[in-house]
């Protein structure tokens, strides 16, 4: 659904499929008029699946995970927003902004950084700019997580190399 003010109805996107779009209306932005709904089967699906008791087991899986991460990640990264008992929900958010005083090292070279260890980057900078925001699902292993671990730990070691002078500030497997 699409929500917009009265005053900006003559800029909704137009189609060649359906009357719509006012006066000024950019073009298409999706090959779909209403955009994709059957999008939503696919979660309706997952969640009918694995029924009450499978949803809440999944859910407890991936904070259990997030909360693994964020305690082996301790000590060698920030996690900013977390709880009771110093834990996070399903996701955990690292603070990367004082490497980028101390090093230039960018959130986008570590996510970067990250793809060299055959990781799909995580999001950066949303909710926080200059973060890495951490989203273990219910079906990672453990051998995964550890091997995430692993790898945030080392690329910790790499900018700590950068911040001790023994790797150049701009010539270094971050940059």
């Keep these: 659904p699409i929500g917009v003010a009265?005053?900006?109805?003559?800029?909704?996107p137009g189609s060649k499929l359906i009357e719509s779009g006012g006066e000024k209306?950019?073009?298409?932005?999706?090959s779909a008029p209403f955009g994709s709904a059957l999008i939503l089967l696919i979660s309706y699906g997952y969640i009918k699946m694995l029924g009450a008791e499978g949803l809440r087991n999944s859910t407890e899986i991936a904070i259990l995970n997030a909360n693994y991460i964020a305690s082996s990640l301790n000590g060698s990264y920030e996690t900013?927003?977390?709880?009771?008992n110093n834990t996070v929900a399903h996701e955990l958010i690292i603070?990367?902004?004082?490497?980028k005083k101390t090093t230039g090292v960018e959130v986008a070279d570590i996510a970067k950084r990250l793809?060299?260890?055959g990781f799909h980057a995580p999001t950066v900078s949303f909710p926080v700019a200059g973060t890495l925001m951490i989203e273990p699902t219910e079906s990672e292993d453990k051998e995964?997580?550890?091997r995430f671990i692993e790898a945030m730990i080392k690329i910790r070691s790499e900018i700590q190399a950068i911040e001790d002078g023994s790797a150049d500030m701009e010539d270094n497997l971050l940059k």
């Design 95 to 99: 603070d990367c902004r004082g490497f």
């Design 25 to 30: 209306a950019i073009h298409a932005i999706s």
């Design 144 to 146: 995964e997580l550890d």
């Design 115 to 117: 793809i060299d260890f």
């Design 80 to 84: 900013l927003y977390t709880g009771k």
């Design 6 to 12: 009265a005053h900006l109805a003559p800029f909704l």
